[in-house]
């Protein structure tokens, strides 16, 4: 089913300009990019957009005039069956719409020099040997695995880390658009999501350096109190965090950004803080040089961000470590032969060609991430306890804006520049996050031509983001393909309802004329006032939400009935395998988690190479 009319609907496009006609093939570029079942749903909303007009007026909406597809619009956003359809409709346009604009604007990407990245010994899966040996294999190369590899392969053990995704080079993100990028660099072409009221987008990265090449670069410590909770449920390795997260901090070069980068969108979020004298300041980020080009989160085109191919992953190949590529890991091999506890044996590893390989080995490390590590045990006759894939938290978040007199341009600096702590204490963090346009978790209000005076004068426009702290009340099921449900606890709709109002205040008192809040029933408020008035009428359940962070799913402790994995990251009833990615954490970290990650991995692969003197037993 096309596009065109929606699109030409949605942007009420006149022919005057070039760029819409061809927001259709990037909008269906993106539709390929997302698995069958996202992408099948999407085709059917067209078509019942389309058979909803011919309907009413008899006519496709390709064929009616600008004012005949603004009243099939008004008419369809009035249905309340119909208008969550429209609005999933309306986010996809406008992914693809702003992309096409920014290119219209800007000429293209500008392909400027970038650095040469460290050497990798990455190998592409069609190339490696179908049966080989190795000390350790490490099952995912993002925050996690990376440390794991770094780690085991400085102990002297042989290495392997099997990768699902690719490799990407940052020459090669300065030579594509934001959007080509973002399809190549997450999971389901960035259409992961969880099933549940209401239904979360939960974006995670498919890449050699995993979620570490498309995050913000943010990085926090993790706060004491969640180190007390986590040891309190028996995760007896954070009691030692502290080292581990100072030599993470030093691995991947962690400092607070300098003012002079920040762009606008950090300093009117720091202005506003200020005027109303709450706790806020620049983020410590690991990116040293930052050039303020906004795109980190569909890879730096400058390689300042350090995420773990730039800063781990080198590291880990000058130990003798090995990268393969495009290896998807269908289950951990087992030796049953013996008394006791199976024994890890190695991986069976599917290429992307449907052949498959073997690389034998005693010690597994599964790092593949919080929403594929349950599927993965699971395959490998390792998902027997009951808690595992259960005790999800996803750090639920929302964006409003604010709109200024004065051009914002929020996309030039800082993608996520400052942190304002001042409601942190209560599990909400607020961030000034803006992304290049249409990539941000925000979607701008109206249909037709309101919506196309929003998107040209989105340069006026200030963003800033909130996460919350949230009760784990996600499971992640299946075990071919992951199905994740997350409901929203109502306490926590209440810290998403209370974030907004928070983050409307701040821009007020930054100088916004006035706030949208992303909710189509109330976009716009004009004063505070106004906005506590509007969100009175309206609950969490109707704002734009999003998730990310996933953690929990094969959380560590010290009781056998509740913790899949023990005190130092071994999987339970198996020997020889070990977890060591977002999964093991006990908790929402309440902050964004790369560093907690990285420090787990850190700790769970030191304390095994110390108590077994660097080598697995075979």
Request: charged share 25%; with cysteine.
């Amino acid at each position: 089913m096309s596009a065109e009319g929606l699109v030409a609907a949605l942007l009420a496009d006149t022919g005057d300009e070039a760029w819409p006609a061809r927001v259709p093939d990037r909008l269906d570029a993106l539709l390929d990019a997302m698995p069958g079942p996202a992408r099948a749903g999407v085709r059917m909303g067209l078509a019942a957009v389309e058979t909803y007009a011919v309907a009413r007026t008899g006519r496709r909406l390709a064929a009616l005039d600008l004012d005949g597809r603004e009243e099939v619009l008004g008419a369809l956003g009035g249905r309340p069956a119909l208008a969550p359809l429209l609005d999933v409709l309306k986010v996809l346009v406008l992914l693809a719409a702003a992309t096409e604009r920014l290119l219209a604007v800007s000429g293209g990407p500008a392909a400027g020099p970038a650095p040469e990245d460290p050497p990798l010994d990455c190998t592409p899966a069609h190339a490696w040997p179908a049966r080989s040996t190795a000390d350790a294999v490490v099952v995912g190369s993002g925050a996690g695995g990376a440390m794991a590899a770094r780690t085991l392969a400085r102990a002297g053990l042989s290495v392997v880390v099997l990768e699902e995704g690719e490799h990407h080079s940052t020459a090669s993100f300065g030579r594509r658009a934001p959007l080509d990028r973002f399809t190549e660099l997450y999971r389901d072409g960035g259409a992961t999501f969880a099933l549940g009221n209401p239904p979360l987008l939960l974006p995670v990265g498919r890449a050699v350096g995993g979620t570490t090449v498309v995050n913000s670069g943010t990085c926090y410590r993790t706060p004491a109190p969640v180190l007390e909770r986590w040891s309190r449920h028996g995760f007896r390795l954070a009691e030692r965090f502290g080292p581990w997260l100072d030599e993470v901090e030093r691995t991947v070069r962690v400092a607070t950004q300098p003012l002079d980068v920040l762009g606008n969108n950090g300093l009117l979020a720091l202005a506003g803080a200020e005027r109303l004298g709450w706790r806020a300041g620049p983020l410590r980020r690991n990116a040293p040089g930052c050039r303020g080009s906004c795109q980190c989160v569909v890879g730096c085109p400058t390689g300042a961000k350090q995420s773990v191919q730039l800063s781990v992953l080198p590291d880990a190949c000058t130990a003798g470590a090995k990268v393969v590529t495009g290896a998807r890991v269908r289950r951990i091999l087992l030796d049953r032969d013996r008394p006791g506890e199976p024994r890890a044996a190695g991986v069976q590893v599917r290429r992307p060609d449907g052949s498959r390989l073997e690389i034998l080995s005693p010690l597994v490390v599964t790092a593949a991430g919080a929403l594929q590590t349950p599927a993965l045990l699971r395959r490998s006759g390792l998902g027997g306890h009951p808690r595992l894939g259960r005790n999800l938290s996803v750090h639920p978040a929302t964006s409003v804006a604010g709109r200024f007199a004065e051009r914002v341009t929020s996309w030039q600096g800082v993608l996520q520049s400052a942190g304002i702590e001042e409601l942190h204490d209560r599990g909400i963090l607020i961030e000034a996050t803006a992304s290049p346009p249409g990539m941000s978790s925000f979607v701008l209000p109206g249909l037709g031509r309101a919506l196309r005076r929003e998107l040209e004068g989105a340069e006026h426009l200030a963003t800033l983001g909130a996460m919350i702290a949230d009760r784990p009340s996600g499971r992640v099921q299946g075990r071919e393909r992951t199905l994740v449900r997350y409901d929203l606890d109502r306490r926590d709709g209440d810290r998403l309802m209370t974030a907004v109002r928070a983050m409307g205040r701040l821009l007020f008192a930054a100088g916004a004329e006035e706030v949208l809040t992303g909710i189509p029933c109330a976009p716009r408020a004009r004063s505070l006032g106004e906005l506590d008035e509007l969100l009175a009428a309206v609950d969490a359940r109707r704002l734009h939400l999003s998730a990310f962070h996933p953690t929990g799913t094969a959380a560590a402790g010290d009781d056998p009935e509740r913790a899949p994995v023990d005190p130092e990251g071994r999987v339970r009833g198996v020997r020889g395998v070990l977890v060591a990615d977002a999964s093991v954490l006990p908790s929402c970290p309440e902050v964004n988690p790369q560093l907690s990650v990285m420090a787990a991995a850190l700790g769970i692969t030191e304390s095994l190479v110390e108590r077994e003197g660097g080598r697995p037993q075979r």
